[in-house]
């Protein structure tokens, strides 16, 4: 796997493990961050799978 | 020997179609409107602001207001941006772009936002550019225009970024397999403007389901806003990282000396850290977590990380590069470079721009100041550094510096090397006076800081100072932008076929002892440093004690 | 590997210097440290006394009901602006300002039936004394056991300050003022400050000294903080969040007197 696609899922990766900690954490209680990263983490992952593919 | 092997940019907007380069022209004609209207409006609250023009309405400054920030921080970084992402698929790619008709349809649904947040301003009650549901009440019909022109604002996002994404991927395919590092991080960028859609919609699908009465009142649209807020003020950063990327190279030859794997790392942390760090702009709302508060001053910082790897990457690369040609000395390697360009001058003025911004930025991140300084005049203060002086100057180059390649002209005319420092001139003025009155309280978004006599008298002379420094601003960004948008609809000198600089020996730029940036960063967090301590000593000198009480 | 790639440059030139570099930038963390500003924020009120160890910190946080904008746990804007017009009756003075925990010499009167319901009534005699006589004064049982633990404490002496009298204040913000719109407080004592936005988001902040002491409120949204002015003075109450045209009109006093 290239660097160009691992560092993209990276990007998805750590951006999903956020979109958590906002969805499931009491303390941070902030669905409208956990929606917005979330569904960025997907896209990044979509982004990374389209450049793999070529 | 590592020659110059980058094509330059005129090759590469050379091997676009037609239409493609007029695709690109129009969005950056689109953009320079956009920047001339938001001056203007700009100007006026400023003036407004300093007693100097006052509106007949209360609800006339502030519509003023709410276009000044809609035409800027919307419509002109937007379509900027857009021109920037097509300018670095181009270079990536060197051939015409894929999806270019989305990119005609992304501007047309851009003018036609334009159109929207127009009509809703003038009809509907002024909400800012944050348009809060809360003070739309009985005029819904203005505000559904208004809201929906940020609907049409996300889909125009995403039409825009389309056809760079999908050049950049063709890009990939063509070349060797990887990209070069601008190409990454153009593709990475072009990532966040469609996550900066998402966040659009987010925020405003539910206001404009509730302004055409299907749907309640959104709940909790303040904490939806500083969320989009957050992703649109750092993707113009990263833009502006990759303009300077771009730039460099055509302006003076050199390009990175720590490889394109390097760069690469630090987009991609740039990214990594842009949603952690959304939690300051949310420290003075009621009912956080006090840990929360503490939290978001510590990841925070981390933002800081990739901007000043950036930033020392970039430096250190044009500094070794001037030592390795010849140049001696501590500051000879700046000398060396090339000031009969604008561009110069325009990204040296960015970069102390740059370095003013960061230091009052990493004041407000900490959570303890925010009832000291957040809501205040610090804040346009702090961000018209970074949003003018650094990401419009920034993107101003590269208009200027394509003009010519895409069938306008842009000649070099001596004047226009002192706009840039006219310009900071002004930032500065308006800046520091903004930063002065917002530590002693001054409130931003009022037209009349005078309270009518009740405000500290000082409030009244640093207004009139931030309305010299708008003057000054205005008059050198309106020159600036006059000047580019006269070469873009060809007017103006004929641009003389540009130089292309040589290229030092890598091997000898790599064993220069290139130690400028390194002390930049060194004195840049010194200056942090003082600011901070300066923030915490006014507050404790101030004789109130307020602590948060007894949440539920 | 870094290494490897990095031997033979000199060190400004070196992957590894700029990452550690850039780091740099986290050793903010220990100036917030030195300046005491790392820990965890809202300290207890009585630890917070400039002078007495600790530093004081201002706008640290707020303690809010209900957090991002959902108003449980704390009162209804209808429960809190009945609040707010029984405390501004129950400590007016006669010079129009609200001084809780002040009550003068008594001035016997008729009980108005209407006082307390006229946001922009002028000032009305003081009724401490005779608080129990309001007819408005029962809305809230529980919070006005609170707001008003002395009724009768207008036959002592003036100032009165027993312990849980006269320490709160009510302020609510609305398009386009505060109530009350004129505060008299005491240097030196601390009050808890209950605010409330009950039409739109507002600010509550007040410009003291060389700075000020920021407070955003949100609508419906309960907001308290305990707040001590340590020397006398009048300062001008402001709101510091876009509210709609009147905005820069909305301002009210507070005397530390």
Request: glycine residues 12%; charged residues 10%; hydrophobic residues 50%.
């Amino acid at each position: 796997m290239s660097q160009d696609v691992l560092l993209l899922g990276l990007i998805s990766a750590v951006w999903a493990v956020l979109a958590l900690a906002y969805a499931l954490v009491p303390m941070l209680n902030m669905p409208g961050s956990a929606l917005i990263w979330g569904s960025g983490a997907g896209l990044f992952l979509g982004l990374a799978l389209w450049v793999r593919r070529g | 020997m590592t020659p110059n092997t980058h094509s330059s940019l005129s090759d590469s907007l050379a091997a676009l179609a037609p239409g493609d380069r007029r695709l690109i022209r129009s969005l950056f004609i689109a953009a320079l409107a956009a920047l001339a209207l938001g001056l203007l409006l700009g100007l006026w609250v400023a003036l407004a602001r300093a007693g100097w023009a006052r509106p007949d309405l209360p609800e006339t400054g502030y519509r003023l207001l709410t276009l000044h920030g809609v035409a800027v921080f919307f419509d002109w970084l937007t379509l900027a941006q857009a021109g920037l992402l097509l300018v670095l698929a181009a270079q990536e790619r060197k051939a015409p772009l894929s999806l270019a008709w989305m990119g005609w349809a992304g501007l047309v649904v851009m003018l036609v936002a334009f159109v929207l947040h127009l009509l809703g301003t003038v009809w509907g009650n002024p909400l800012l550019y944050d348009g809060s549901p809360e003070l739309v009440a009985e005029a819904s019909q203005g505000a559904l225009l208004f809201y929906s022109g940020y609907g049409a604002l996300a889909l125009g996002l995403v039409l825009l970024a389309l056809p760079g994404l999908a050049t950049l991927v063709k890009a990939r395919k063509a070349g060797s397999g990887s990209w070069s590092a601008l190409g990454f991080g153009a593709f990475a960028w072009a990532g966040l403007l469609l996550v900066s859609a998402i966040a659009l919609a987010n925020t405003f699908l539910p206001a404009i389901l509730w302004a055409a009465g299907w749907g309640g009142m959104p709940a909790d649209h303040a904490t939806l806003w500083h969320l989009l807020f957050h992703n649109m003020h750092y993707l113009p950063l990263l833009g502006t990282m990759l303009a300077w990327y771009l730039l460099l190279p055509e302006l003076t030859g050199a390009r990175s000396i720590f490889g394109s794997g390097f760069s690469k790392l630090v987009f991609c942390l740039y990214l990594v850290f842009v949603p952690p760090t959304s939690l300051y702009h949310m420290f003075l709302e009621p009912g956080l977590d006090p840990m929360v508060l503490v939290l978001g001053s510590l990841l925070s910082l981390f933002i800081g990380v990739p901007t000043i790897a950036a930033f020392l990457v970039v430096m250190t690369s044009l500094e070794a590069h001037g030592r390795a040609r010849g140049a001696r000395g501590g500051l000879g390697w700046l000398k060396a470079l090339d000031w009969s360009q604008t561009a110069t001058h325009s990204l040296a003025a960015a970069v102390i721009n740059l370095a003013l911004g960061g230091v009052l930025a990493f004041v407000l991140i900490q959570e303890k100041l925010a009832g000291l300084l957040s809501d205040t005049f610090f804040v346009p203060g702090y961000f018209h550094f970074m949003t003018l002086g650094v990401v419009t100057l920034s993107l101003l180059t590269v208009a200027e510096r394509i003009a010519p390649a895409l069938g306008g002209r842009g000649g070099s005319v001596a004047w226009a090397r002192y706009l840039p420092w006219l310009i900071t001139l002004g930032l500065f003025l308006f800046g520091v006076a903004g930063v002065v009155a917002g530590s002693q309280g001054m409130p931003r978004r009022v037209l009349d800081a005078s309270y009518e006599g009740l405000a500290p008298t000082s409030w009244v002379l640093l207004s009139w100072i931030i309305g010299i420094g708008a003057l000054l601003m205005a008059l050198g960004l309106g020159l600036m932008v006059a000047r580019i948008g006269a070469a873009y609809l060809g007017f103006g000198p004929k641009a003389l076929a540009a130089e292309q600089p040589q290229a030092a020996l890598e091997e000898l730029a790599l064993k220069q002892g290139a130690w400028g940036a390194s002390l930049a960063v060194a004195l840049l967090l010194t200056l942090i440093t003082a600011a901070t301590w300066g923030a915490f000593a006014l507050m404790r000198s101030l004789p109130v004690i307020a602590i948060g009480g007894a949440g539920h | 590997m870094t290494q490897a790639l990095d031997s033979g440059r000199s060190l400004p030139t070196r992957r590894g210097f700029v990452a550690a570099a850039s780091l740099g930038i986290l050793g903010l963390y220990g100036v917030w440290a030195a300046l005491g500003a790392s820990g965890k924020s809202g300290k207890d009120v009585s630890e917070g006394h400039a002078g007495h160890g600790e530093e004081p910190e201002i706008a640290s946080s707020s303690g809010g009901h209900g957090g991002h904008g959902a108003s449980a746990g704390g009162p209804s804007t209808d429960d809190f602006r009945r609040l707010t017009e029984d405390f501004s009756k129950r400590w007016k003075q006669q010079d129009g300002s609200v001084r809780p925990g002040y009550v003068p010499e008594p001035v016997h009167s008729e009980p108005d039936p209407h006082a307390g319901h006229d946001m922009h009534a002028q000032p009305v005699q003081p009724e401490a004394g005779h608080a129990g006589h309001d007819p408005h004064a029962g809305h809230d049982m529980q919070a006005m056991q609170a707001l008003a633990p002395n009724i009768h404490a207008g036959h002592e002496a003036a100032p009165v300050d027993t312990a849980g009298s006269g320490n709160e204040v009510y302020l609510m913000a609305y398009q386009w003022g505060f109530e009350p719109s004129w505060l008299k407080l005491e240097a030196g004592k601390t009050y808890r400050f209950r605010m409330m936005a009950v039409d739109a988001s507002h600010g509550a902040s007040i410009q003291i000294g060389s700075g000020s002491l920021i407070t955003r409120l949100r609508q419906g949204v309960l907001t308290e903080r305990d707040i001590t002015f340590t020397a006398k003075g009048s300062h001008l109450l402001y709101c510091t969040v876009f509210c709609g045209a009147f905005h820069d009109r909305m301002t009210a006093r507070i005397d530390v007197v």
